[in-house]
């Protein structure tokens, strides 16, 4: 049961641009949402991150949008960069306990 | 500083057999957890350590199981190996366990193959 889905296995963005990932998710239990980035032959680096009381956080040219109603999540890059073209993953957790949901990933390409 | 370290970073094995997968965390860092990734998806959560205890377990057979040392390491072992179990086995560590470790760092992986 995939409980963090994201919907677009891949994406492509001219460099410069912003590029939007989006992630959605059921349980509505889940307290904390985070974003990881990973290259190749490499472990998810950790991204940025949001808790559920908050409905934005940001850092730097990374912005994290929540959206509890529609039990939405999005990763705004602005501007894209080709550096950022990897797989980003988006998960979630419930405060009470201890595992982590991930979604099964998006494949950013920044064209330069 | 060294990030996670993970040994080996590929094995093959055959079914039925046993593995043992390494891992060392951030130093300082005293929460290790393990998850499976198979090829197209994202990480499955398997097990979380924090001061040497399972603190959490994911929905994963009783064939696997893991532990942690005084050191902070943590070993996953697998059991009686299936085709299935052929995945990338990533390690990760936070400082506390938890709702704290949500920053949590990853290692390299282990690439299990079974055949």
């Known amino acids: 049961d995939q409980q963090v889905k994201q919907n677009s296995p891949s994406l492509s963005v001219q460099e410069g641009r912003i590029s939007i990932l989006n992630c959605d998710y059921t349980?509505?239990?889940?307290?904390?949402f985070l974003w990881y980035k990973k290259y190749p032959a490499e472990g998810p680096t950790f991204l940025i991150s949001i808790s559920s009381i908050k409905d934005k956080n940001e850092d730097g040219r990374f912005t994290v949008f929540l959206n509890k109603s529609a039990k939405h999540l999005s990763l705004h890059i602005v501007p894209s960069q080709p550096g950022d073209s990897a797989v980003y993953f988006c998960a979630a957790m419930v405060d009470t306990g201890n595992q982590f949901y991930f979604g099964t990933g998006t494949s950013l390409t920044v064209i330069p | 500083d060294a990030g996670v370290t993970q040994s080996p970073t590929h094995l093959i094995k055959t079914r039925g057999q046993h593995v043992t997968l390494r891992c060392s965390p951030i130093s300082g860092h005293k929460s290790v957890s393990w998850y499976q990734q198979v090829l197209g998806q994202g990480p499955q959560f398997i097990f979380q350590?924090?001061?040497?205890?399972?603190?959490g377990r994911g929905n994963f057979p009783d064939r696997f199981s893991a532990r942690q040392f005084p050191n902070y390491s943590s070993e996953l072992n697998v059991n009686a190996l299936l085709l299935g179990d052929s995945a990338l086995y990533l390690c990760a560590s936070s400082l506390v366990g938890g709702r704290a470790s949500y920053e949590q760092y990853f290692g390299p992986g282990t690439r299990l193959t079974v055949t």
């Open positions: 349980n509505s239990m889940f307290d904390y």
């Open positions: 350590y924090y001061e040497k205890e399972e603190r």
